[in-house]
């Protein structure tokens, strides 16, 4: 079964930057899959933040456009999450996921709080 680990949240301030890293087991061939970064808020539902595909194609939500940017690292078998420019409402888990035809992955997230 696949493991995901997540990594690198914490307290940042509003404006700052931090980098989220998602490291996938070392028996998948993780470049076949799909990966992508979702968050859920408190009182609020999960919702995908960034996904980047096997291909390397990405997209984002609108709400962080510009300032978030996905990764991976095939070699590594991870997958990076930049966040920059961060902002109160970004407070959230974040969750890793890997997705393949039927399959789907999910980390144990990773808390990331924006707070002065």
């Known amino acids: 079964q696949v493991q995901l680990v997540e990594s690198g949240g914490g307290l940042v301030q509003p404006g700052g930057s931090l980098r989220l890293s998602c490291a996938a087991s070392?028996?998948?061939?993780?470049?076949?899959?799909?990966m992508g970064w979702y968050r859920q808020a408190p009182g609020k539902e999960r919702e995908l933040v960034a996904r980047?595909?096997?291909?390397?194609?990405?997209d984002y939500a609108d709400s962080v456009k510009g300032r978030f940017t996905i990764s991976r690292d095939n070699a590594k078998k991870t997958v990076y999450l930049q966040m920059s420019s961060l902002k109160p409402e970004d407070t959230a888990v974040y969750y890793c996921?890997?997705?393949?035809?039927?399959?789907?992955?999910w980390g144990q997230g990773t808390q990331v709080t924006v707070s002065s």
């Open positions: 996921k890997a997705d393949r035809r039927d399959l789907n992955y």
């Open positions: 070392a028996s998948i061939f993780i470049s076949i899959y799909n």
């Open positions: 980047i595909t096997s291909g390397g194609s990405t």
